[in-house]
């Protein structure tokens, strides 16, 4: 019994080795119970009762979540609602992840974001275009818009809209405001003059001009370190960005760089019955800027289809201008500067995506805005680009049969084998994340809850009231001061005299920067737009 004890009692060898079995044990058993229980709790995060939620639908307003580039952006979060609850029918409800929206939509605006940036648009669009376009933006880091509005925009169920979202300035067209423009130091100068006095597009052009030179102040009054001048049917593709978001893009910009050149990508349509582009057109065909020589001019006609030009219509981008002493604008595609050349780069990866003649109703409402008469002649007063010469001509000329075949035969990409031997020469392009985007922004409420909230901050009496009492004078002032005669009044012929006879007393500048298509086939010589 002795013995036996002796050879079952610990030895210190022993006890030594059997602590560190112990030790091991426990941070083996830690190390497996540890994993085990976060796969467990991730589980029941993502089951809940059994069957997969949607992602979306577990994020609740307390949380916050933000898109790329946006930290401590003016966009907040809105709560996710119903797929069906959405301004506009124009899509059905697609199983794609929404992004995190929440119902309250008010934006707070933070005063520490950087760059802040402003975008200016004179426009005459209806809700269905603006919204979208608007919050596209504002998702990749735009602060605020200044939106000179006349025609359906101006009208007081959209207007109300615009006006009671943060961060958006509404301008209207009034008499008091063509007064004020009539008298800008512009009519002086000749670097817009060969522009004046004629229609249409020119006349627009006119119009965008002296809009961006009142945006000029109030974006800088307003704090704004970039200005950007786009139409409602473009979006900004911040490519190229360490994140999706204009913000970064322009932040990376170095300090000595005065302006900012977004080649555009113009869009290629693959069906003729197209209602809402921002969602449903995924393919654009790439600006000569990015592409090599190489292949633009070597894949140009097959590019062109017997079009007048590669683009539709123009090809030289568009410009953000940082905010600074003496700027003006040059045309509705660049800024200048009074005292100096601005110092000016062109991104190689970041876009304008122009949506041209999307939908077959653009041929007939750019028809409906002109006036001319559909003659070769006529048209060449109205319209800068070739192919708008053709479109106004057919839209003015054809019956509804013959202007959807005209439009299958120069818009719509119809060819699918063209269309992949292109898209494999890197002449088209897909683009996915603004049609993502537009849609997440839909499909949480996002555009409704808007329409919705500013509804009910008016009562019936007092909206009614406003309907009368401000549009209605908006309308008359356009009528009995029609835009085409900005500065025809008292200052038109002093204009006339001055530009004839004291020209020589005003710096010189060149012409402001039209509409331009991109480069011809013939052409050897690129010159910059």
């Given at each position: 019994m002795a013995g036996l004890y002796t050879s079952l009692r610990p030895q210190p060898p022993s006890s030594s080795s059997s602590s560190q079995q112990s030790f091991f044990s426990k941070v083996l058993l830690l190390l497996t119970i540890l994993p085990l229980s976060l796969a467990v709790f991730a589980f029941v995060l993502q089951w809940r009762g059994g069957g997969v939620d949607d992602p979306i639908s577990r994020w609740s307003p307390e949380e916050s979540h933000k898109f790329p580039g946006m930290d401590s952006s003016p966009l907040s979060t809105v709560a996710h609602s119903s797929s069906h609850s959405s301004d506009c029918s124009l899509l059905a409800h697609s199983n794609t992840p929404s992004f995190p929206y929440y119902k309250d939509w008010k934006f707070k605006l933070h005063s520490d974001l950087k760059p802040k940036i402003c975008i200016t648009t004179s426009t005459s669009a209806g809700l269905e275009q603006i919204l979208p376009w608007m919050f596209y933006h504002k998702v990749i880091g735009v602060t605020s818009f200044l939106l000179f509005v006349e025609g359906k925009a101006a009208s007081p169920d959209v207007s109300k809209v615009l006006e009671s979202i943060p961060g958006?300035?509404?301008?209207?067209?009034?008499?008091?405001?063509?007064?004020?423009?009539?008298?800008?130091?512009?009519?002086?100068?000749?670097?817009?003059?060969?522009?004046?006095?004629?229609?249409?597009?020119?006349?627009?052009?006119?119009?965008?001009?002296?809009?961006?030179?009142?945006?000029?102040?109030?974006?800088?009054?307003?704090?704004?370190?970039?200005?950007?001048?786009?139409?409602?049917?473009?979006?900004?593709?911040?490519?190229?960005?360490?994140?999706?978001?204009?913000?970064?893009?322009?932040?990376?910009?170095?300090?000595?760089?005065?302006?900012?050149?977004?080649?555009?990508?113009?869009?290629?349509?693959?069906?003729?019955?197209?209602?809402?582009?921002?969602?449903?057109?995924?393919?654009?065909?790439?600006?000569?800027?990015?592409?090599?020589?190489?292949?633009?001019?070597?894949?140009?006609?097959?590019?062109?289809?017997?079009?007048?030009?590669?683009?539709?219509?123009?090809g030289n981008g568009k410009a953000a201008a940082r905010i600074q002493d003496h700027l003006r604008p040059n045309g509705a595609h660049r800024w200048h500067n009074y005292m100096k050349t601005p110092k000016e780069i062109k991104l190689e990866e970041a876009a304008v995506l122009h949506y041209t003649y999307s939908k077959f109703s653009d041929l007939t409402s750019r028809r409906d805005r002109c006036g001319c008469k559909p003659t070769k002649d006529d048209v060449k007063r109205c319209f800068m680009l070739e192919f708008d010469r053709s479109a106004f001509i057919i839209a003015s000329t054809a019956t509804e049969d013959e202007m959807l075949n005209w439009y299958r035969e120069h818009v719509v990409w119809t060819d699918k084998a063209v269309n992949l031997k292109l898209l494999r020469k890197g002449i088209l392009t897909r683009i996915y994340a603004p049609m993502v985007i537009v849609q997440g922004l839909r499909e949480s409420g996002v555009f409704s809850s808007i329409v919705s909230s500013a509804q009910k901050s008016l009562s019936k009496d007092k909206f009614l009231a406003s309907i009368e009492s401000s549009n209605s004078s908006k309308a008359a002032a356009s009528e009995t001061l029609p835009s085409r005669k900005i500065g025809r009044n008292q200052h038109s012929q002093a204009t006339r005299r001055i530009l004839e006879e004291s020209a020589s007393h005003f710096e010189f500048h060149e012409e402001a920067v039209p509409p331009r298509p991109p480069p011809g086939i013939d052409e050897d010589v690129i010159t910059e737009a």
């Open positions: 958006v300035k509404v301008i209207y067209r009034t008499r008091e405001l063509e007064e004020q423009q009539a008298k800008s130091r512009i009519w002086n100068e000749t670097w817009l003059s060969s522009f004046f006095y004629k229609p249409c597009n020119y006349e627009l052009f006119v119009k965008q001009s002296l809009n961006m030179e009142m945006a000029i102040v109030m974006a800088r009054d307003g704090g704004m370190d970039w200005i950007i001048h786009l139409d409602t049917d473009e979006l900004l593709h911040p490519a190229g960005a360490r994140e999706y978001s204009l913000r970064q893009l322009l932040l990376d910009v170095p300090s000595n760089v005065d302006m900012v050149i977004f080649p555009n990508y113009e869009s290629s349509v693959e069906r003729d019955d197209i209602k809402d582009p921002f969602t449903e057109v995924s393919m654009f065909k790439k600006n000569y800027d990015h592409l090599t020589k190489d292949t633009y001019f070597g894949m140009y006609k097959e590019a062109t289809r017997g079009n007048p030009n590669y683009f539709l219509t123009y």
